[in-house]
């Protein structure tokens, strides 16, 4: 293990979080020199990184849910930087951290300082990277349109109620779907290209998904006649349930051409595009998983 210095990069929202603050001085009496630096507006993230960078230090945590964790990974990948980055968990979904296995806790997401990093993939769409996944349709419509009020009080429960609620707007949408070895095109309700397993708080919709193999796992729910049945098994269980009719396939890249337009979610964070390039950029980040990571392929 090297030197024994790390800087935590925090929302803001959680800066009075007692377990938080717990778990920083465990690490502190644990003989870890543990700096800590809190967001307050849209780009703190990347610059607070940019610092941490040049001043020299080699570990960083992201605290926050699904959006921060990609906002830093994101920072620091496109810094090149060799430096390696802990995800400490403290959002509703969480659902990178909790297919990767890391401890929702604080104090044992902390204790992966530790760890031996290991090198993962980040997807990129356009020249935006997402560490878990990119989804579009109806599932990143629930995503967007679930109010921050309604996850505190109902946790993941929160996207499942959403989608409820939204579907007298349900609509399918059209795409051109191209990569190595793979064409497909149609009608369809919802989409998910993934570096990691699940979205939309606990819903698995690339549940075979790696982050170090080079690949992202494409899953495309096309449009069906009983378009409130899929819906409603796609609410409650993810793609399993939907095995028998979902297009689904494990490429480096994957072109998409929406005529009408695509609305895409990557990790929390919206994106429009009528035509994009979805691509795995292997070996992007050093992260802390633990060792037995169901994301981690076989040795």
């Given at each position: 293990?090297?030197?024994?210095?790390?800087?935590?990069?925090?929302?803001?929202?959680?800066?009075?979080?007692?377990?938080?603050?717990?778990?920083?001085?465990?690490?502190?009496?644990?003989?870890?020199?543990?700096?800590?630096?809190?967001?307050?507006?849209?780009?703190?993230?990347?610059?607070?990184?940019?610092?941490?960078?040049?001043?020299?230090?080699?570990?960083?945590?992201?605290?926050?849910?699904?959006?921060?964790?990609?906002?830093?990974?994101?920072?620091?990948?496109?810094?090149?930087?060799?430096?390696?980055?802990?995800?400490?968990?403290?959002?509703?979904?969480?659902?990178?951290?909790?297919?990767?296995?890391?401890?929702?806790?604080?104090?044992?997401?902390?204790?992966?300082?530790?760890?031996?990093?290991?090198?993962?993939?980040?997807?990129?769409?356009?020249?935006h990277l997402f560490l878990n996944m990119a989804t579009g349709g109806f599932g990143s419509k629930i995503t967007a349109n679930t109010s921050?009020?309604?996850?505190?009080?109902?946790?993941?429960?929160?996207?499942?109620?959403?989608?409820?609620?939204?579907?007298?707007?349900?609509?399918?949408?059209?795409?051109?779907?191209?990569?190595?070895?793979?064409?497909?095109?149609?009608?369809?309700?919802?989409?998910?290209?993934?570096?990691?397993?699940?979205?939309?708080?606990?819903?698995?919709?690339?549940?075979?998904?790696?982050?170090?193999?080079?690949?992202?796992?494409l899953c495309i729910v096309p449009a069906a006649q009983d378009v409130v049945g899929t819906l409603t098994t796609l609410l409650s269980g993810?793609?399993?349930?939907?095995?028998?009719?979902?297009?689904?396939?494990?490429?480096?890249?994957?072109?998409?051409?929406?005529?009408?337009?695509?609305?895409?979610?990557?990790?929390?964070?919206?994106?429009?595009?009528?035509?994009?390039?979805?691509?795995?950029?292997?070996?992007?980040?050093?992260?802390?998983?633990?060792?037995?990571?169901?994301?981690?392929?076989?040795?």
């Amino acid at each position: 293990m090297g030197e024994r210095k790390a800087l935590l990069i925090l929302h803001g929202k959680q800066a009075t979080n007692d377990e938080v603050r717990a778990a920083v001085q465990a690490r502190r009496d644990a003989g870890w020199d543990l700096a800590v630096r809190v967001t307050w507006e849209s780009g703190d993230a990347r610059r607070l990184v940019d610092e941490a960078l040049a001043a020299g230090y080699r570990t960083l945590i992201a605290g926050g849910g699904d959006g921060t964790l990609r906002e830093v990974a994101e920072a620091m990948a496109l810094a090149r930087s060799d430096a390696s980055l802990v995800l400490l968990p403290l959002g509703t979904a969480n659902d990178f951290a909790r297919a990767a296995g890391i401890p929702q806790a604080p104090d044992g997401a902390l204790a992966l300082l530790d760890a031996e990093p290991r090198a993962i993939d980040l997807g990129d769409a356009n020249g935006h990277l997402f560490l878990n996944m990119a989804t579009g349709g109806f599932g990143s419509k629930i995503t967007a349109n679930t109010s921050e009020d309604l996850k505190k009080v109902l946790g993941g429960a929160a996207y499942f109620l959403t989608g409820l609620t939204h579907f007298a707007e349900v609509h399918s949408a059209f795409g051109r779907f191209h990569g190595p070895g793979f064409s497909w095109e149609g009608e369809f309700l919802a989409l998910g290209i993934g570096n990691g397993r699940q979205a939309g708080g606990g819903h698995p919709l690339c549940p075979q998904a790696a982050v170090d193999d080079g690949l992202l796992d494409l899953c495309i729910v096309p449009a069906a006649q009983d378009v409130v049945g899929t819906l409603t098994t796609l609410l409650s269980g993810g793609i399993l349930g939907l095995e028998a009719v979902s297009i689904c396939a494990r490429l480096p890249w994957i072109e998409v051409e929406a005529p009408e337009g695509l609305d895409l979610n990557l990790d929390g964070e919206p994106m429009e595009s009528a035509s994009l390039r979805i691509a795995a950029r292997e070996r992007a980040l050093r992260v802390h998983l633990p060792a037995d990571s169901p994301l981690l392929s076989p040795a």
